[in-house]
């Protein structure tokens, strides 16, 4: 039975009793909402800022420099490139640009003589492909919009062009900041926030003897969530051990189900006469995934072998199978979590970094391929894998093979959170017992054979 509301309560106290269900409610509701928050517990300071360096004053603006820098550990922009967006606060248009280009001019019909580049009041700007000419290039430029990941190419981990801005504020008082700024990497998943006036960046000449600085900066923050940039995941976890013939499979329909009944295309049989149809059919230039058919229905896989086992080491055989037929992953990479990352013993074929996201604790592990070896990860097919081996060294106050210790806490392939198999699925450790067991079948089949051949 409810306890009845004292009429002596206070009117507001009352009210706020009746309220407790209707708050607790939208407590709960609240929870079950997927968080689009973009924080990464692995790199919780990783992010893309944007730094804009007013260089020069002109009769009607200015001329600056727009610089991306990647400060995610391992997250990086693939091809086809990042597209960068913003509104002007004022009738402000592009004159030129060198190193980007903008994918449309818009309506420049109010200008005689000299055009400008981009009249739109909301650009959006492209980096330009390899092989521009030099005297459209400026450095950091022309990569065709692919940035890498500052751990595993930090000589490659920025993106600059230089923009001409008229119509505009000619000092540091009048010069209105862009707003509303968007980045697509090439899909969605960044959110930026508002740009912020900072104190002038300082450039030092190469001889080190004179520093000079821009004008005016200003910079934008962008960060990455995974949901916000696809809905499903995007990469699987299996597992399998020498000690167990069970392979634990990726969880079934982990990034999709087959369904070619009400959605055909969704996957393409491996062995089908079709596939180079399929593969060069619409979409071929969406860079939307076209998978082989599995049960899993992922682009990627990657499979954690527990390969052998030593007096003093154990070993490890690490595998990533790329299921996407659209899709040739450079310069890919992998981080997994495992608490015997700090008694590595030797990596045979990927390039290996210790991350440390917790402080003094060395579980975390970035791995990616040998620059013209593997560091390409081929579409899908006879040669859409790489592969490597982990030697460990024992540490015999933690080491155990029980309760799936061997197997990774997590694993991320290009920044993205893999999918694990449930726990309980793992391959387990044969017990005393279970040996025993077996030992026993084992002798009595062999007794029962002979009795029957014999007596």
């Keep these: 039975m409810e306890k009845e509301l004292s009429p002596s309560m206070p009117a507001v106290s009352r009210s706020v009793a009746k309220l407790a269900p209707l708050l607790l409610s939208l407590v709960v509701l609240s929870s079950l909402i997927p968080s689009t928050e973009a924080y990464d517990a692995l790199d919780p300071n990783g992010n893309i800022t944007i730094k804009w360096d007013v260089m020069q004053w002109t009769p009607d603006g200015y001329v600056a420099t727009v610089t991306m820098f990647n400060f995610q550990q391992y997250r990086h922009i693939q091809a086809p490139g990042w597209t960068l967006g913003w509104t002007w606060q004022k009738k402000e248009v592009i004159w030129s640009m060198v190193g980007a280009q903008t994918t449309e001019q818009g309506d420049c019909s109010r200008f005689k003589g000299n055009i400008p580049h981009c009249c739109k009041k909301d650009p959006t700007i492209v980096d330009l492909l390899p092989g521009t000419p030099y005297n459209m290039q400026i450095a950091n430029c022309c990569k ?60 030092v000449t190469q001889d080190g003897r004179r520093t000079t600085q821009a004008l005016m900066t200003w910079n934008v923050t962008c960060t990455y969530s995974q949901f916000l940039a696809q809905k499903t995941p995007t990469c699987c976890v299996s597992l399998s051990s020498f000690y167990n013939d069970t392979i634990v499979n990726c969880p079934t329909c982990t990034c999709g189900c087959q369904n070619n009944a009400s959605q055909p295309g969704s996957c393409v049989e491996a062995d089908s006469p079709y596939l180079a149809s399929a593969v060069n059919g619409p979409g071929k230039y969406s860079y939307t995934p076209l998978v082989q058919c599995t049960t899993h229905m992922c682009p990627i896989r990657v499979h954690w072998h527990v390969k052998l086992n030593y007096k003093d080491y154990w070993r490890v055989k690490i595998a990533i199978t790329n299921f996407n037929y659209r899709m040739n992953y450079t310069q890919w990479n992998l981080v997994i979590q495992h608490p015997n990352f700090d008694n590595i013993t030797e990596i045979f074929s990927y390039n290996y970094k210790s991350l440390t996201p917790y402080g003094g604790i060395n579980d975390t592990a970035m791995l990616w391929g040998v620059k013209y070896y593997n560091d390409l990860l081929m579409e899908a097919g006879p040669y859409g894998n790489v592969q490597s081996e982990i030697l460990f060294k024992k540490d015999p106050s933690t080491f155990t093979f029980h309760q799936g210790w061997a197997f990774p806490r997590r694993i991320y392939f290009n920044g993205d959170n893999c999918v694990m198999p449930p726990p309980d699925s793992y391959p387990w450790l044969p017990n005393a017992g279970s040996r025993l067991m077996n030992a026993l079948v084992v002798a009595v089949s062999a007794v029962v054979t002979w009795l029957l051949f014999y007596i």
């Design 144 to 203: 065709g919009g692919v940035i890498n990941s500052w751990v595993q190419d930090p000589a490659n981990a920025a993106s600059s062009f230089q923009v001409s801005v008229g119509v505009a504020g000619t000092t540091n008082k009048t010069v209105r900041v862009p707003k509303n700024f968007t980045l697509r990497a090439p899909g969605p998943g960044y959110t930026c926030g508002a740009a912020k006036i900072v104190k002038p960046t300082k450039f």
